[in-house]
């Protein structure tokens, strides 16, 4: 309660005291007056209203304190959203965001596109899973938080613990050249051994492989990852191919191994079939020379012949009869005079003229 | 190889065309495109390096022709890279003249090797 409202309630008071008192000296003196009792009512009244007054007041005083709670509640309420929020402001901060520069040319771009080229580089830009250029990845980096990305957890599975555990990389379809298939069941039954063995003494096993075998688990076991070309990329590029042929003495602007290579299958076709034509012409002369050879041979027997018909001739001059006796003889064995011996026949014109010629 | 004469003399060429399955001349059996697209050696500091040892960074014509490379900076071009950050790292490092020089040597080239391999592991560990 406040002065004010108790010093106004003290004077109501104090007047009724007062009428009372007077009220009753009056009675005491028997003097009673209405004016005193008039006085005592009316101070009365203003006590009783007085206090309704008090009522009044303090309800209103204990109105005042629940709104001044309330309000303290509303205020440290608006202080947590405050502080929140200003906490949430300095984490929004504190999230690395990519600084683009504000100068510069800007590009657009498709989310699918951007998407398919994170894909496409991925391979170049994210070393495959357990490969760690040894850098030791089973202890977080002290300025970063203490995550458990999927590739350390992979790492220290793989690593640590649980040689036979297939970890991630068991499952990616990772291309691997040095693990031939009698390698890995071999590895498969080492593992089952160790296993079994893990299971009768569990104890004393040692849970990680020794090193000469951890390679043959692990195909990337020692790789390197390097968010460059490497050498023989390099070396089996374009440019290098170039060098080769310059070396080779190619000039190689504008030459297409390709190109060359059809020029060269081209010739080499066409050399053969000039080669087929020229072997064609080759046996057609040849079998006309041989032809000719022939005619020519037969030409000279021909020649032989007459040769002989005339010597044969010219010496049966003197004994012809003996000869046409001898002939006209041998006809009539066979039984046919006027059949010559066959080399004879083809003669027969000139022998004819040869006769006459003789005759003359 | 060595670094033999080369002209500066010619007017920088425009980038090549986009291939798109026409028949464009070839040199010894590449299209420019896929010559330039070996913009990505320069990615590798042992290259650098070998290239410096060569006399080729210090070549007007050579440094001439890095910074006709800078096409790859930009679209359509860009999206052909498939080692971005290093290859474009490596470009805007080699226009200066300062880093062309300390390129030759070893112990830089193995300090860059180092370094790249170290974060190409670490960088995705943040978060």
Do not use: C
């Not at chain 1, 008071?13 to 007077?22: I, M, P, S, T, Y």
């Not at chain 1, 040769?307 to 049966?316: I, T």
């Not at chain 2, 193995?110 to 974060?119: F, H």
């Amino acid at each position: 309660m406040d002065i004010p409202m108790a010093k106004d309630l003290d004077g109501r008071f104090d007047r009724l005291e007062k009428a009372v008192n007077a009220m009753v000296d009056s009675v005491a003196k028997n003097t009673p007056s209405e004016k005193i009792a008039e006085e005592l009512v009316a101070a009365q009244e203003n006590l009783y209203d007085g206090l309704k007054l008090l009522e009044r007041h303090q309800n209103n005083h204990a109105r005042i304190q629940q709104l001044r709670q309330e309000t303290a509640l509303y205020d440290t309420q608006i202080k947590d959203i405050m502080t929140s929020l200003w906490n949430m402001r300095k984490e929004l901060k504190a999230v690395p965001t990519t600084t683009h520069p504000t100068t510069g040319p800007k590009y657009q771009f498709t989310t699918a596109e951007l998407l398919a080229y994170a894909r496409r580089i991925s391979r170049n830009t994210l070393p495959p899973p357990g490969v760690t250029n040894g850098v030791d990845m089973s202890t977080p980096e002290p300025s970063s938080q203490p995550t458990q990305t999927p590739f350390t957890s992979f790492n220290t599975s793989f690593t640590g613990t649980a040689a036979g555990t297939p970890g991630p990389a068991m499952s990616t379809p990772t291309p691997n050249p040095t693990l031939d298939p009698t390698q890995t069941t071999t590895t498969t039954s080492q593992q089952t051994t160790t296993a079994a063995a893990t299971t009768a003494k569990p104890t004393t096993t040692e849970s990680k492989l020794p090193p000469h075998l951890q390679p043959a688990v692990n195909p990337l076991h020692n790789a390197a990852f390097q968010p460059w070309p490497t050498e023989a990329q390099i070396r089996s590029g374009g440019l290098a191919a170039i060098q080769r042929l310059v070396d080779a003495g190619i000039d190689p602007r504008g030459y297409d191994p390709e190109k060359e290579e059809r020029r060269r299958q081209a010739e080499e076709q066409a050399r053969k079939e000039a080669e087929e034509r020229a072997r064609q012409e080759r046996e057609v002369a040849e079998r006309r020379m041989r032809e000719e050879r022939e005619r020519m041979a037969r030409e000279r027997e021909r020649a032989r012949m007459q040769q002989q018909m005339q010597q044969q001739m010219e010496g049966a001059g003197a004994g012809a009869a003996g000869v046409d006796g001898r002939r006209d003889g041998g006809g009539g064995v066979a039984g046919a005079g006027t059949d010559k011996p066959k080399q004879f026949t083809f003669l027969g014109a000139d022998d004819d003229d040869d006769d006459d010629e003789d005759e003359d | 190889m060595d670094s033999g004469p080369m002209s500066v003399d010619s007017a920088a060429l425009d980038p090549p065309s986009i291939p798109n399955g026409a028949n464009e001349p070839k040199h010894g059996g590449y299209s420019r495109f896929e010559l330039e697209l070996e913009v990505q050696s320069l990615a590798n500091p042992q290259y650098l390096n070998y290239l410096a040892s060569r006399k080729f960074l210090t070549n007007p014509a050579f440094v001439a022709y890095l910074d006709y490379l800078q096409y790859w900076r930009r679209p359509p071009y860009l999206k052909y890279l498939t080692f971005p950050t290093s290859t474009l790292k490596m470009l805007e490092l080699l226009q200066q003249e300062k880093f062309r020089q300390d390129i030759i040597s070893p112990d830089l080239a193995q300090a860059l090797i180092a370094d790249g391999m170290k974060t190409a592991v670490e960088w995705h560990r943040e978060g």
